[in-house]
């Protein structure tokens, strides 16, 4: 009964490292998506992917590439990790009764 | 871009006490939803509304879909310390559309 899983929880990068965040979820949902959470300012799609095969952007893509690499994952890719990128990432999926279940997040801090 | 005004942004209450917090917006939203988010974890839906007027409850919550469907309201009655947290509403803009708008949240405090 794992839902959403996302690796890792936490992480300390320096500028201009690169690193991928994973997401699984286990519930056959089609959809996917990452969002960032940042004191005072709610949660905003970075981007979505509405079905296998398929990504597109949020509302703050820059910076960011994604991949669905199969129905149950999709992984968020910082090439070159800026501060102002220090944030909470979330990964959430749904299906057909249009509501987001998310993981327990993954704290970034970039340096 | 679209926004969620989400209020009150936070609030202290007294254990018993019944609290009310509402989401608006100039846009018309089709679903919303109603997370509650602890500290270190991810939000954890509450309840889902899908059309206007509709009133629902989990327990001790009641969430409302507002008739003009520019707005909702969460109610949480007699709380208790566990209550505590942030709570999110979020709108989808209309069926199919996969992006979801978030308010910027009401933390609650509950005094023992």
């Known amino acids: 009964n794992a839902g959403v899983t996302q690796t890792p929880k936490f992480q300390v990068l320096k500028t201009g490292q690169s690193m991928t965040l994973q997401c699984a979820q286990d519930?056959?949902?089609?959809?996917m998506y990452w969002y960032r959470q940042d004191p005072g300012m709610g949660l905003r799609l970075i981007y979505y992917?509405?079905?296998?095969?398929?990504?597109d952007k949020g509302e703050v893509p820059n910076g960011y590439n994604v991949s669905r690499l199969n129905k149950r994952e999709f992984s968020l890719r910082l090439e070159s990790a800026a501060p102002s990128q220090t944030s909470v990432y979330f990964c959430?999926?749904?299906?057909?009764?249009?509501?987001?279940?998310f993981g327990a997040g993954s704290r970034l801090t970039v340096l | 871009g679209q926004q969620l005004n989400q209020s009150p942004q936070s609030m202290f209450i007294q254990e018993g006490e019944d609290v009310s917090m509402n989401c608006t917006s100039s846009?018309?939203?089709?679903?919303w939803l109603w997370y509650k988010q602890d500290p270190g974890e991810g939000p954890v839906l509450l309840i889902a509304?899908?059309?206007?007027?509709e009133l629902t409850s989990n327990g001790r919550l009641t969430a409302q879909f507002g008739i003009t469907r520019k707005d909702s309201f969460l109610n949480i009655s007699a709380s208790i310390p566990s209550d505590v947290g942030i709570y999110f509403c979020?709108?989808?803009?209309?069926?199919?559309?996969?992006?979801?708008?978030f308010g910027t949240g009401t933390r609650l405090k509950v005094l023992a």
């Open positions: 959430a999926s749904s299906g057909g009764a249009n509501v987001l279940t």
């Open positions: 519930m056959n949902h089609n959809s």
């Open positions: 992917s509405a079905s296998e095969g398929t990504t």
């Open positions: 846009s018309i939203f089709n679903t």
């Open positions: 509304l899908y059309k206007a007027g």
């Open positions: 979020a709108g989808q803009l209309s069926p199919g559309t996969y992006k979801y708008i």
